[in-house]
């Protein structure tokens, strides 16, 4: 076992240093999430302003790696259009379920790269999925909860 | 030293192809035992034998193989019922496992308390449960013995209530003749914790059980394959426990309840083998235990935990204890030199099994249980099926070091050195 493939210095920095923790107003869309094999927790919250994503923030209880990977995505969407952000999203969610093919565009992706050795523990990559799973979920609730320009859609 | 183990540990290991293992370059240190144990070739020798040479569905056909089968699998209730002290060998009734030995005794009281008039015939009212009666758990329970009765609870309409727990990870008795009381219909408690160590005394809740009238039962999973356990001395009225923990494999668990409760007790799961007679309107059951077995029964399984009941007779059930106990004092000891550590549960290796629960100061579980595979070492980290207590001691989660039979304290050293390995990575 590599273990310094799956700690790598940015995912211990992103733990120890966690950016944008805390839970933040306005937001349109919040999620909770679990992971019941562990108890790993997170609470995140999704502020759009347009089609940005203007925050997001959080507060969670778990592993270096779900922490990490909470730390990671805020500086990946805060800021991103509502549609990099999702292609974010998928590109990471790819990654993940690679089982260590696949190294991830470190152009869109940046320092969630660094996330590719979890993708060789099966165990944790629940635990890297956990913070980015909620940010789906809260964008979802967060569309759903603002008029669209399209209109109509509103229920 | 006084309880000296009398247990040949390197011997033993010999007997476990498993412990030769290598995790990348490194030893395996086996760690979680609680969790599941290791097999010894005894055991997978056995089941290999019956497999390939008297394999067989039973008490079914008249040929050889069959009766060598039923043969096989009788003589397994029989060893299993002289392990524990049972008075009759039909008073042990083979499962899959703990959960569903108690779902068994949960459902039993279900089925005593439907209530749209098809009650089960011959239901006895020491099974019907309704608003206003009691069930009584502890707050250091698995899930496995705190779940059915709960969704029990919630179905009929009866209320939940527990013993807590003490600071220190004992049952707190204080108010044990509040909690149990004349409302009671029964009392299921662990008899030894699996986050948090603790052997329970069963004594006393057992003689207030009784007072009141109540059934009284134990969660014995952690506790029949570590120390000597006679359910005629403990003197309640069912235990469970499952073959994968001591030494056994999976796929086969044990519901020992006394011959009469057994009888007034309605059927769990029915369908093949568990009749007497059917007619396409009506059913009418086998005696206990087959009452309690339908369907096609673990029969290798069963082999297997004859094999491991043999084992761990030979050894004896006395010296594994007090091998146990020694390595108990030892994690504790040497678990407490390491910086920032704290230990989830009793302290002192007094009324405590050789399983440790233990937190290290900002360092997650998850992370601990990785760096201590790169090293080999196994261990369990979580919440271990017991959120209520995580909850009682205020973490999500805990690394649990647990030993048996085999376990060295050289593995044990070597656990704490890996985590000084933890907190330099972490730091």
Request: aromatic share 6%; charged share 25%; proline share 4%.
């Amino acid at each position: 076992m590599d273990l310094d493939e799956l700690y790598q210095e940015v995912i211990l920095d992103h733990y120890k240093r966690p950016r944008g923790v805390g839970l933040r107003e306005p937001y349109e869309g919040e999620s909770h999430q679990v992971n019941p094999t562990c108890g790993d927790e997170i609470t995140l919250r999704v502020h759009v302003e347009g089609d940005t994503v203007a925050d997001v923030s959080y507060e969670n209880a778990g592993c270096s790696i779900s922490k990490a990977s909470a730390s990671v995505l805020y500086e990946l969407v805060k800021g991103a259009s509502v549609e990099d952000a999702l292609k974010r999203l998928g590109e990471f969610t790819e990654l993940m379920n690679s089982k260590g093919r696949e190294e991830g565009d470190e152009e869109t992706l940046e320092d969630a790269v660094a996330f590719s050795g979890v993708s060789k523990y099966p165990m944790r990559v629940k635990c890297a999925l956990l913070g980015w799973m909620a940010f789906k979920d809260a964008l979802v609730r967060a569309e759903a909860a603002i008029p669209t320009s399209g209109g109509g859609s509103e229920q | 030293m006084e309880a000296a183990s009398k247990l040949d540990v390197e011997s033993i290991r010999a007997d476990f192809p498993i412990l030769q293992r290598k995790i990348g370059d490194k030893p395996l240190a086996y760690l979680d035992s609680a969790a599941t144990s290791q097999k010894p070739v005894q055991v997978t020798d056995a089941m290999r034998r019956f497999t390939d040479h008297s394999n067989a569905n039973i008490s079914r056909s008249v040929h050889t193989l069959a009766s060598e089968a039923t043969e096989a699998y009788e003589g397994a209730r029989a060893k299993v019922a002289n392990f524990i002290g049972a008075i009759s060998h039909d008073e042990v009734v083979f499962t899959k496992n703990s959960t569903e030995s108690i779902n068994l005794v949960a459902y039993a009281f279900q089925n005593a308390s439907v209530q749209n008039g098809t009650v089960e015939r011959g239901a006895d009212p020491r099974f019907r449960l309704g608003p206003g009666d009691e069930v009584v758990v502890t707050e250091m329970e698995h899930h496995a013995n705190l779940v059915p009765w709960q969704q029990l609870c919630l179905r009929t309409g009866a209320t939940l209530r527990w013993i807590g727990i003490t600071d220190t990870g004992r049952l707190d008795l204080a108010h044990l003749d509040e909690v149990v009381n004349e409302r009671t219909k029964v009392v299921s408690f662990v008899h030894v914790a699996n986050l948090l160590g603790t052997v329970n005394p069963t004594s006393q809740i057992v003689a207030r059980a009784k007072e009141v009238g109540a059934l009284v039962g134990l969660d014995s999973s952690q506790a029949v394959p570590h120390i000597p356990v006679d359910v005629t001395e403990l003197g309640v009225d069912f235990i469970v426990f499952t073959g994968h923990k001591m030494l056994g494999p999976t796929g086969i668990g044990v519901l020992w309840a006394k011959a009469e409760l057994l009888d007034a007790m309605p059927p769990f799961l029915t369908g093949g083998s568990m009749i007497e007679t059917v007619t396409m309107e009506r059913t009418t059951f086998a005696k206990a235990p087959a009452k309690f077995e339908a369907g096609t029964p673990p029969v290798a399984e069963a082999v297997g935990l004859a094999a491991a009941v043999d084992y761990l007779s030979s050894l004896g059930m006395d010296n594994v204890r007090a091998h146990e106990k020694e390595l108990a004092a030892y994690m504790l000891e040497r678990l407490e030199t390491v910086d920032g550590l704290t230990v989830i549960g009793p302290r002192v290796p007094i009324g405590r099994a050789s399983t440790v629960s233990f937190e290290l100061d900002g360092v997650h579980p998850h992370d601990v249980g990785q760096v201590l595979d790169s090293e080999g070492i196994a261990v369990r980290v979580g919440h271990h099926c017991a959120k209520p207590t995580c909850v009682r001691f205020g973490v999500t989660a805990t690394t649990r070091a647990s030993a048996y039979v085999y376990t060295t304290t050289e593995e044990i050293d070597r656990l704490v050195s890996a985590l000084e390995q933890v907190r330099k990575v972490f730091a």
